[in-house]
Structures are given as C-alpha cells and as structure tokens.
C-alpha cells in the first residue's frame, strides 16, 4: 500500500470498492469508513440468464464422455499456482466416487503438472482437461455442473480479489465451494448456506465439503 496511495484513499471524499473484505483493509490504513461504499463485484446478468435445453447439455455429457448417471465437478479458469488446483486433484482422488467426474477446463502452465498429478492418483479416467472454453460456451458447462470449486490459495505476489466465477457459478444455482483465499467468501459464498468454504490448502477439508455435496 504505497504512501501516495494512501494519501489518495484518505483524502477522497468518497471510496468505491467491491467488498466488505476490501472496505475493512482500507479502514485499517486509515480511510474513514463513512466515506467508503461498497459496489458488490458482479458479473453480465443477461448473459447468464440464458436457459440450457436438456439436449445441449446431453450433446455437451456426450463430447467430454460423461454417463448420465455421473455429477460434475467443474472447476474453470487459468490452470496456475494460484488457482490451488493440485488441492483440488488430491481433494477429488480422496473421495474415491464412481458417480462423479471432475471437469478441469482452462489453460496455463500447470496443465501438465495436473495430469501427472491426476496419473499419479489413479485418476485420469475421471478427471477431465477440455482445454479452454470459448466465453459463450461456458454457460453450458455452468449448467451441466453439479457443484462449482474455486480452491485458490495465496501466494507472495497474488491472493485471489474475489472470484468472478463465484458469480458466474450461483446463477446457474450451484453449490460453491471456495477457499479462504477467495475475496467473494463470507459475502456471496455463505458457508453452510449455498456451499461451503474451507481453509486454503486443505485437501481434506475440501474432500469433506465435495462429500456432503455428493452425498
């Protein structure tokens, strides 16, 4: 937080910021509170609202060789260190469920990294790298999921701002499950109200919150 920065936010007569999270660490560099406000972080309504018919989703099970009777697990982004992702491979290999896959979609560097991860663990079979999803294509696999994980973690140059995907994820009604690092949890990921949230790299706890949700 560099001292011009500071000088600025102090002196404005008026703050935006997107969360609560946000609005408390100003407070602590000294902003006054009444002259920050909150925007709550927000994704394109319209372009969420669209209803999948019953047939796109089956073409789209049918594409990545998912039986019918198997949920999906859907994680979708940037396939990096921050994303926490190996937590996630090891959380889904503990589970050990035949009645569910776990779609990894995106790009990035660890991609590789993961699918050693995933052969390592016994499970190719069940996890899945379609690979980068065109933006307007990914409302399909929203609607296909049974639940949604963000499993970020913090590093020394990144902790995740909030989570558009969180977002993203809740307008087609699912469950989320996000880490501690994720700036969207305690305010649009409740725990035990519409998901779970759990310590950051904690491959148990996240096994545990996937169960409940299987289950």
């Avoid at 999921?145 to 590093?155: D, E, G, H, N, Q």
Wanted: proline share 6%; hydrophobic share 40%; glycine share 8%.
């Amino acid at each position: 937080f560099f001292p011009l920065t500071r000088y600025i936010y102090r002196h404005a007569d008026a703050v935006v910021v997107y969360g609560q999270h946000v609005k408390r660490y100003l407070i602590g560099e000294g902003v006054p509170a009444d002259r920050i406000f909150v925007a709550a972080h927000a994704v394109e309504n319209q372009v969420y609202r669209r209803q999948i018919p019953e047939e796109e989703k089956a073409r789209l099970r049918h594409e990545l060789n998912i039986r019918p009777d198997q949920k999906v697990i859907l994680y979708l982004g940037r396939l990096e260190e921050v994303k926490g992702l190996p937590y996630l491979l090891k959380a889904f290999a503990s589970v050990q469920r035949d009645d569910a896959v776990l779609v990894v979609a995106g790009t990035g560097s660890k991609r590789a990294d993961l699918e050693q991860i995933a052969q390592e663990k016994g499970i190719t079979e069940q996890v899945i790298f379609p690979g980068y999803i065109q933006p307007e294509r990914t409302v399909s696999y929203y609607a296909l999921a049974y639940v949604y994980v963000l499993p970020s973690i913090t590093t020394p140059y990144f902790k995740e701002p909030w989570g558009l995907v969180m977002n993203e994820g809740a307008h087609y009604g699912l469950p989320l499950v996000c880490s501690d690092s994720v700036g969207a949890h305690g305010e649009l990921v409740l725990d035990g109200v519409n998901g779970f949230v759990v310590p950051e790299q904690n491959s148990e706890a996240l096994a545990r919150a996937l169960e409940k949700l299987l289950d």
